[in-house]
């Protein structure tokens, strides 16, 4: 750990077991320690998470599974994130039970700028939970825009962030690639706070 003209920087890696999995924070550095508005640094590297456990600290809906993943060139001002570059995903050779419930796609759909309608309706309804074979979300935040994408292209001109597996199969995909980040994150809390609010 070095300090020097009000700047901090850590060598090596920061290591944690979170959500019974590894998080790994390498090149950290905070800016301007002692002035008005300290930056932050770093790389983060997330493995083998519990969904299970990490969507049940939230009001998310619950997904099962495993995620890994990276956000690089992270920076943060007054403990925002100011750019990085995210990757979420369901680790390769994953052999872990893999479903999600109709609140997670409802919350998923939502921030994915997807139609709404239809799961809470007809047949579908009666299904609490659905497999999944993958999942994925990256983000490159620029300038207070997020470049979004998922696991594949859809058919339709969106991207795949949840492929479904078996019947029924629900794919939940999105379409807005381009999102402003802080109604990005408004859109997400209201989704979270208010439950099913649309529905793919």
Not at 30 to 53: E, I, N, S
Not at 89 to 98: F, M, N, V, Y
Not at 165 to 175: A, E
């Amino acid at each position: 750990m070095r300090l020097s003209n009000g700047n901090l920087e850590i060598d090596g890696q920061l290591q944690a077991s979170v959500f019974d999995g590894h998080l790994v924070v390498e090149a950290l550095r905070v800016l301007d320690l002692f002035g008005g508005q300290p930056r932050v640094a770093a790389d983060l590297h997330l493995r083998g998470l519990d969904l299970g456990l990490l969507t049940e600290a939230f009001e998310f809906g619950r997904i099962e599974g495993r995620l890994d993943g990276d956000i690089e060139n992270l920076r943060l001002r007054n403990g925002r994130p100011v750019a990085f570059d995210a990757r979420l995903r369901t680790p390769p050779g994953d052999r872990s039970r893999r479903r999600i419930s109709q609140r997670a796609i409802d919350t998923l759909s939502s921030i994915g700028g997807g139609p709404s309608g239809l799961l809470s309706r007809g047949a579908l309804g009666l299904f609490e939970s659905f497999a999944y074979a993958r999942l994925g979300w990256s983000c490159i935040l620029r300038d207070g825009i997020c470049q979004m994408d998922g696991v594949a292209p859809s058919d339709d001109g969106g991207f795949v962030l949840v492929q479904g597996r078996w019947l029924p199969r629900i794919d939940v995909v999105g379409y807005n690639r381009r999102v402003d980040w802080n109604h990005f994150i408004e859109q997400l809390q209201a989704a979270m706070d208010s439950g099913p609010v649309q529905v793919r």
